[in-house]
């Protein structure tokens, strides 16, 4: 197994050790439970007729219907570009991480304060909304051609907190939901990295690729693959500017009365954002490497 694929395999193991751990600090450390539901009630307090029928358009998005309609994307774009092994592992990896969000629920199903009348339960660590969501970013970002990969990446990552910050609003999961789903979609596509960087390694078209300088693959540099993740960042910015502007009391005075929803609506989109770009750096990093960029 070659070293990248190793150091690949290595991140979805760090992924897994840190799961369960991750889970009991937010479930039984009271600091950590009170601010979770400080930033559910941030987001619950949002709610109006018109953005809730938005936001149950965007979160139904990912609901299993829907869903697979999405999920046909990345695999018919990893074999129209050729590609039937990172067609497979798109396949397996969807099944994978969504079975596992699926089983992992009952499983770490603890006590916790619900929303009266909502449909949020016991049993909702990880979220598969956020699962289904960040996987099939991550998914896209895997059989993206190199050229378009790092701006495929920015468009999914918001894409995938939409989805996100669409169900906090209904209510429909904590915070820290989101977090596992996102831990549980990045292990397995760091998985499917690894299982593709390892077959790659034996396939006489990745030895074609080193002796054929001619043939480089068309790969931005590295350090291009971050011009379009902070453009979205600086679009998000300017757009929460524009709605305080259009309603400063209203949307300043919500801000400063939910400092935790803030906190969490920037970390949940941060950490979109740097998942799927990182996701594009470690390809761009490898596809360099192995055209002799």
Not at 2 to 7: E, N, Q, W
Not at 30 to 46: C, H, K, N, V, Y
Not at 95 to 101: D, L, S
Request: one cysteine or more.
């Amino acid at each position: 197994m070659p070293r990248r694929a190793r150091k690949a395999l290595t991140g979805a193991g760090v992924g897994l050790a840190l799961l369960v751990p991750t889970w009991w600090l937010w479930r039984h450390v009271p600091l950590l439970r009170a601010a979770d539901g400080s930033m559910l009630t941030g987001f619950e307090q949002l709610r109006t007729p018109r953005l809730y029928a938005v936001a149950n358009f965007v979160a139904g998005l990912c609901d299993p219907r829907q869903y697979a309609f999405l999920a046909v994307i990345p695999v018919l774009t990893a074999l129209l570009r050729r590609r039937p092994a990172s067609a497979a592992a798109v396949l397996a990896v969807l099944f994978g991480a969504n079975e596992t969000t699926q089983l992992l629920k009952p499983v770490l199903a603890a006590p916790r304060v619900l929303v009266p009348g909502g449909p949020l339960t016991n049993a909702s660590w990880p979220s598969g909304h956020a699962t289904a969501a960040m996987l099939l970013a991550l998914c896209c970002v895997i059989v993206s051609p190199p050229r378009w990969r790092s701006w495929v990446a920015a468009l999914v990552a918001a894409f995938a907190v939409a989805v996100c910050w669409s169900f906090l609003v209904l209510g429909w999961h904590y915070p820290s939901d989101v977090l596992g789903g996102f831990m549980v979609a990045s292990i397995w596509a760091l998985a499917a990295v690894a299982a593709l960087w390892a077959r790659e390694a034996r396939a006489p078209v990745a030895r074609a690729v080193r002796i054929a300088p001619r043939r480089r693959l068309a790969v931005r540099p590295v350090g291009g693959t971050l011009a379009p993740a902070l453009w979205m960042a600086a679009s998000a910015v300017g757009a929460m500017a524009l709605l305080a502007a259009a309603d400063p009391s209203g949307v300043l005075a919500h801000a400063l009365g939910h400092l935790l929803f803030v906190a969490g609506a920037v970390a949940i989109g941060t950490l979109g954002l740097s998942l799927s770009t990182g996701l594009s750096i470690i390809l761009v990093a490898a596809e360099r490497r192995l055209s002799g960029g």
